[in-house]
């Protein structure tokens, strides 16, 4: 019998490495995907949104305990303004639940919890995000995650609007299985996509997101599109990148000119401007006002429009649930949680400029188009609220917070401040 011997110690940690990395990779893919593959399985099997929330919910915190593991968790993961941003948020929302239950502002809290629960949860994949990004962040497992994001985004708005398939058809307004969410997943997917070098699934997102006819969704890709543009205009090639982009944008809009008419007409009516959404915001800083230092509890919209018999009424303009994520912040939290919502903001803005000054505007382009979106979103966005039990957007916003924030602490100088942390820690 031959005995063979076994690989040096070096080459087994090496290969234990390069195992863990793969498995980060795929918890990282699972982050980003799950969410919209469930809601498409979800909506043909008719399931109930608590059910698909806490099946995703489970997934996520499954993936991100997995991914933890694979790349570790230093002392330095939570020591950033990002990081306690996102705990003083969670305390936040915990405490205004205690007083909202313990002043009689909520006579049934159940459904606050629960709710609670679901729109928050999603906050457990920030730290993995972030640590994988500073430590081993690489563009793989974002391109195939957010490829299979707006393969299914794409395939949910052309099947219905090829007569295929009918869920939630307004008009020449088209969602399909995954509903109205699809118009942000494809302006997050349309700006990656047209920066990096993939002008095929760029043109059929932006086709997709002109069928849904979402001024919202448009507000923020158009605006992407333009920062990304003033940023890759400081390096070689950035004008003729940006006519490529252009080209694409003109092409799209020339193929679907009827959507686009639809789209801007909506625009000009000026019905963002008027009743529906703008009544709603209103009637969620009336609840503010009410308690504007630590607020009314999670949900505190629905559940005051529910008890007050809106519910019944015939009313087009009053939402059941916020259309602010800021507005929500206030009425549910008030003062004391939504300042986290601004130091969140910031440093994500922060980070954004450093990956650009430090490392320039031809490397790392793919997070920095990440989060040249993330910034966007969370400024224009004042007409869906993110932050809401089953929300497909709460987890790439969490996420993509980590990422951006990881990748700018992953640079030469972030590197050598964080080595001088070290060493005062271990001298001490």
Known sequence: MINQASPPPFLRVARRRATSGRW?????????????????????????????SAINLGVLTIASMALSKSVGIARLTVANAASAAIA???????????????????????????????????????????????????????????RSVAVLAIGSVSFEAA???????????????????????LCIVAPYFLFNRAIGFATLSILALLLTQSRGGAI???????????????RRGGAARGIVVLSVVFVAGFLFSEQLSGLLNRFADGVMLESDR??????????????????????????????????????????????STLAQLLADTGLFGTLPYFILFFTVVA?????????GPSQNEKVISLGVWLTCFMALNQSASWLLPSSLLAPFVFAFCGI??????NTPRANSRDGAIRRRGTAT
């Open 88 to 146: 003083w948020l969670v305390g936040a929302q915990l405490l205004s639940g205690v007083f909202a239950q313990l002043s009689g502002a909520r006579l049934d809290s159940t459904d606050m919890w629960k709710w609670m629960a679901q729109a928050i949860g999603p906050i457990v994949v920030f730290w993995p995000c972030y640590e994988w990004a500073r430590t081993a962040y690489n563009d793989a497992p974002i391109d195939i995650g957010l």
């Open 220 to 234: 923020v890709c158009v605006a992407t599109i333009l920062t990304m543009l003033g940023i890759q205009g400081r």
């Open 278 to 323: 703008i009544e709603t915001t209103d009637f969620t800083l009336e609840l503010f006002e009410t308690a504007p230092l630590l607020g009314l509890g999670y949900g505190a919209h629905t559940y005051t429009w529910s008890r007050a018999g809106y519910e019944s009424l015939p009313l087009d303009g009053l939402f059941g649930v916020p259309t």
């Open 163 to 185: 007569g295929i398939l009918s869920f939630e058809t307004y008009g020449d307004r088209y969602f399909g299985p995954i509903g109205d969410s699809v118009a942000w997943l």
């Open 24 to 52: 980060a990779e795929f918890y990282v893919v699972v982050i980003l995907a799950f969410g919209t593959f469930l809601s498409v399985i979800s909506a043909f099997f008719e399931a109930e949104p608590s059910t698909r």
């Open 404 to 409: 951006v924030v990881g990748a700018s602490a």
């Open 351 to 359: 980070s954004l400029i450093s990956l650009v000054s430090l490392v």
